[in-house]
């Protein structure tokens, strides 16, 4: 079974411009979370999507948005750009939403955009 | 609100020596956690979780935690290390009943020598 793929893996953009990533599940996996790392404020929840509807978000501005579509697939774009968005996107799918009765979420191998 | 904390931003070893990675929460309520592993250039994999029941749990490549409720705390600890266990380690920890909306540790970075 495949994993989680995202795409693309390396991403260079700059201030003030725009940028989609990528996000396929899990075959048969229906939730996507999506997460920032940074070396300052480590591991942070930006939304989860789940059946093509957002269920949670993280504390994130408005420039931050994503979808989920009919497959299962996910998109996140950030808008307007900051160097401060320079970061590691993590993609995490799951079966059900959320880590509820500790479900688990499988994590891609993440796409790293840096903004200059 | 929930908080971790992990106490230890980097832990040096030597390969074959034990090793403990500590974890603390702050929690009102009851909780879900969790300890992943990142490899470089890598996910998050899961390594081992805490639901309820038995306190020692225990996960992949050799790995345990013992959730302690009266300190708060779920330490990560495998007996003999070796070479390939060379990653950032995160601690995370979710509100049951709450928004199911995980809090993460910022990582400890084991780092066997030879």
């Known amino acids: 079974k495949a994993g989680v793929t995202q795409t693309p893996r390396y991403l260079i953009k700059t201030r003030g411009q725009q940028v989609t990533l990528s996000c396929s599940p899990i075959?048969?996996?229906?939730?996507v979370s999506w997460y920032q790392q940074t070396p300052g404020q480590g591991l942070q929840f930006l939304f989860e999507?789940?059946?093509?509807?957002?269920?949670n978000k993280g504390n994130f501005p408005g420039r931050f948005s994503g979808r989920q579509f009919s497959n299962s697939r996910s998109e996140m774009n950030v808008s307007t750009l900051e160097l401060g968005d320079s970061a590691l996107y993590l993609c995490?799918?799951?079966?059900?939403?959320?880590?509820?009765?500790?479900?688990?979420?499988?994590f891609g191998p993440g796409t790293r955009l840096t903004v200059l | 609100a929930q908080s971790v904390t992990q106490l230890d931003s980097q832990v040096p070893v030597f390969e074959e020596a034990p090793v403990e990675l500590r974890c603390n929460y702050s929690?009102?309520?009851?909780?879900?956690l969790f300890w992943y592993v990142q490899y470089p250039n890598q996910g998050l994999q899961l390594l081992l979780k805490y639901l309820s029941g038995s306190t020692l749990v225990k996960g992949i490549n050799g790995f345990e935690a013992e959730f302690n409720k009266s300190q708060t705390s779920f330490h990560l600890r495998k007996p003999s290390v070796h070479i390939s266990d060379t990653a950032e380690y995160f601690c995370a920890v979710l509100t049951s009943g709450g928004s199911y909306i995980p809090t993460f540790g910022r990582g400890t970075s084991l780092i066997v020598h030879p």
């Open positions: 999507y789940f059946s093509e509807t957002q269920r």
């Open positions: 929690s009102s309520v009851s909780v879900y």
């Open positions: 995490a799918s799951s079966l059900a939403p959320g880590l509820a009765g500790g479900n688990e979420q499988f």
């Open positions: 075959s048969g996996h229906r939730s």
